[in-house]
């Protein structure tokens, strides 16, 4: 093999080069007339453009930084706690249901997925509807 006989795996790509005449047509893609179709043209974005691309967390939207409540599922409670113990924001992350301090601060919500049979009591924490459910059949009680 000789250097003249080297090519490459893959060819070059070359970005298309709009407006310079060639086999586009008269105006190239670029319509008719006007700021946009003129060499040169940037023109600066309207203030509702640039907001939409500014990061979540400059403020430009509502309750971005509002903490969210912890999602604990029934099945996770059967695990951690046994009959006649006490659920709280408190006793789930003793217990090692809940990793994170600041989500005990924020408020945890106690969601149906799963299956209980211990009798539990809750107190301080949002309950959905099915796990209502399944916590009061399973002789548990649930207060705000």
């Known amino acids: 093999m000789q250097l003249h006989e080297l090519q490459r795996n ?3 790509k070359t970005s ?3 407006g ?3 086999k586009r047509g008269k105006t190239s893609g670029r319509g008719h007339k006007g700021q946009k179709a003129r060499s040169g ?3 600066r974005p309207a203030i509702r453009d640039v907001i939409k691309k500014l990061p979540k ?3 430009y939207r509502f309750n971005s930084t ?3 409540a912890t999602a604990v599922n029934v099945a996770d409670l059967e695990k951690a706690f046994s009959a006649g113990d006490t659920v709280n924001p408190a006793t789930l992350h003793e217990n090692g249901v809940i990793t994170n301090r600041s989500s005990v601060a924020a408020g945890v919500k106690i969601l149906g997925n799963g299956e209980l049979t211990t009798k539990l009591a809750i107190q301080g924490c949002a309950v959905s509807k ?5 916590i009061t ?3 548990g009680t649930v207060t705000a």
């Open 10 to 12: 893959t060819a070059n």
């Open 137 to 139: 059949s399973a002789g």
């Open 130 to 134: 099915t796990a209502h459910e399944k």
């Open 66 to 68: 509002s903490p969210k």
């Open 20 to 22: 310079r005449g060639g």
């Open 16 to 18: 298309k080069r709009v």
């Open 41 to 43: 043209n940037s023109t």
């Open 57 to 59: 967390k400059r403020g």
